[in-house]
């Protein structure tokens, strides 16, 4: 399989961690008009192997999610065989984490809402090759 870095957008994989049935219809709409193949994950259980088989290029995952719940999952994706993947925290200004603590648990880039489609392409760009 190619590195992120070698995809084009066509190619790419984007997977979401999200728990918002309007915010993954949105960000599907997008990233799909964008030329993305893309998969929605709910947190819980079995998140973990749809994410291995679908074998994202980048995984965006929403910060806002119950119990601090974000964190959490970027650490079990960092544990799994997926732990070189490219991890976009998606965080609204509210949320009471620190970049320092996103960057940490594994993120390689924050998306803070709201954001624009520049913004989120802009974001990609950083691991996917158009």
Known sequence: MKNADELKASEARIAILEESAENIYSMKFILQSLGYEVHACVAGKGYLKELIDFQPAVVLVDMLMPDGMGLALISEVRRSS???VAIVAVT????PISDDALREAGVNDILTK???VADLQESLNRYIRN
């Open 82 to 84: 997926l732990k070189d």
């Open 92 to 95: 609204a200004e509210a949320v």
């Open 114 to 116: 709201p954001y624009t």
